[in-house]
């Protein structure tokens, strides 16, 4: 069953203030070409770089935006560093969420006495533009989570980065925000990382999902959405469940080689400019089969978006007592079927789609199947 957790505001202070997520790192082979493809077909502008020209003389990482999402990609210039070990590893893959904070030592300090992982201590590092403080903490896999203070700081991303030129080969898709992010962990590890989310991190249980709402004739998933104090930070964590063939978490872990972040939902306002945007700039999203339309309006009932539209573009729709939401899903993003995106526009909803998982994980599953993987 789902169940929703009681919204009502906490009185008890909340000890890891979020002021939302930072940007996302990714580790990549090819870092050049990675933001080439999120510039050209998610419509994100190249803002910042660094590299040997700026003093960094053991990677390359590219700063892309669109709205507020800020993701930066980052691949090592020579073999054997923990980058490229990463990279042979996972596959490209995030590595980083980072979070911004106001104070980065109390981020750092509050986690790490609850129990959680140091990666790197609280540091400062400043430039012409100010000074930036950060730290971070491991979280499942090999991702971490880094915790940003910016201290007023106006350059283009971080210390050490140059700004670079306005972007002419970014073509914009109206993408706005991170919604979520998902992370898929290992058999009966769901619950361990709710424990450290909800211990270390101070998160409350937002909605929960078992088996009976995430199985399809084959395979099925277990989930539980995790968000901080003030809700702008959602962690969904997956993990697989029993099925009679080989679930879709169970490909993500034996692709990625352990766990790691599964999807990143990115919020629009207009979802059906968006996706045709980005449908005919090269993404490639799952497709849903004509009978999920047929009785779409029975369903959901009244919505302003027309039924043909949403159809033609395989765009799913649910609805709870609050609003209704709209969403769809990309296929992988890379060659190992491990990292997909979900665009979403919330009209009200709060949910995560569950009367669309059937239609959905049978979507995923129709290209398991190509693959040789279910
Ligand atoms: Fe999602």
Redesign the pocket.
């Known amino acids: 069953m789902v169940s929703f957790a009681a919204t009502s505001v906490s009185t008890k202070q909340d000890f890891l203030p979020l002021k939302g997520t930072d940007h996302v790192e990714f580790y990549v082979g090819n870092a050049r070409q990675a933001a080439y493809f999120y510039r050209a077909a998610f419509g994100m502008s190249l803002a910042a770089y660094s590299g040997p020209e700026t003093g960094r003389r053991d990677r390359t990482s590219y700063v892309v935006e669109q709205g507020k999402i800020r993701f930066v990609f980052t691949t090592s210039l020579r073999p054997g560093t923990p980058i490229a070990v990463h990279v042979a590893r996972h596959g490209d893959g995030v590595r980083v969420i980072a979070l911004e904070v106001d104070d980065a030592h109390a981020a750092w300090r509050e986690t790490t006495a609850r129990g959680g992982i140091s990666v790197a201590e609280p540091a400062e590092t400043e430039d012409e533009h100010g000074r930036v403080i950060t730290a971070s903490i491991a979280t499942y896999g090999d991702t971490i989570h880094t915790f940003v203070e910016r201290c007023g700081y106006n350059g283009a991303f971080l210390p050490g980065f140059r700004a670079e030129q306005p972007d002419t080969v970014a073509r914009p898709t109206g993408l706005k925000h991170v ?2 992010m ?1 992370g898929n962990v290992g058999w009966h590890a769901m619950n361990k990382w709710v424990d450290f989310y909800a211990k270390v991190m101070g998160f409350q249980l937002y909605q929960h999902f078992d088996d009976n709402d995430i199985s399809t004739e084959y395979s099925a998933l277990m989930s539980k959405v995790m968000a901080n104090g003030n809700g702008f930070v959602k962690f ?1 964590i997956n993990e697989p469940a029993e099925g009679a063939r080989k679930s879709q978490i169970e490909e993500y872990l034996d692709f990625y080689g352990g766990p790691g972040v599964q ?1 990143i ?1 990115l919020a629009t306002d207009d979802i059906l400019a968006t996706v045709s945007r980005m449908q005919k700039q090269g993404v490639e999203f799952l497709t849903i089969p004509h009978s999920y339309y047929t009785d779409l309006s029975k369903r959901v009932g009244q919505i302003d978006e027309p039924v043909e539209e949403l159809e033609r573009l395989g765009i799913l729709v649910d609805r709870d007592d609050e609003g209704y939401m709209l ?1 769809i ?1 990309t296929r992988p993003v890379e060659d190992r079927p491990t990292l997909f995106y ?1 665009i ?1 526009q919330r009209k009200g909803s709060r949910s ?2 569950k009367g669309n998982f059937k239609a959905l994980f049978e979507a995923i599953e129709r290209e398991q199947a190509l693959r040789g993987n279910l």
Request: proline fraction near 8%; hydrophobic fraction near 40%; glycine fraction near 8%.
């Open positions: 919604d979520h998902v969904p999807h939902a969403q899903f979900e979403i995560f789609g």
